[in-house]
């Protein structure tokens, strides 16, 4: 796949979850849900902002050049401890809506993160290194989905690790 090719497919998948986060956030009565929606939605209105700027320099000047990449994501356990703090208050609330929600959030960041795979897999230089970064995001992002999924479903994992392990009670 050309770069220029790569970067407005990758455009199309990071517009995707950025409506998917965006429209959600307005869908979800709770503060602590829109929060974290909202926040996703800015992660990846930011990503949209950096490939499209990668977009136009490659067309400009027939170069990519990769630049850092952050993350403004909170840190899992910080995230972790915050949820330890409100289990309480969800405790017996129906959450069909948001469990909706963060499925259809996941299914987004599944298909995204193997775009990222394939072209990581395709690419050499920066284009790999930048789309390489794209993925480590995503796959956090993923986990981030996954995690609050779990957590309003009780499935009794978080973050992909038993929450009770009645072997050892």
Known sequence: MEIAEAIKKAIEYETRILDIYARSALEVADERG?????????EEKG???YLEEKLHQWQDQGILRFDSLSSNLPAFDS???ESDKVADQFSGKPLTRERQILERALQ???ETSKFYESLVSALTGDGRKMFARFLEIENEHLQLVQAELDFITQSGFWFDFPEIDMETI
């Open 108 to 110: 987004a960041e599944i």
């Open 47 to 49: 990503h949209v902002a």
């Open 34 to 42: 829109q929060k974290v929606l909202n926040m996703l939605a800015d």
């Open 79 to 81: 995230k972790r401890a």
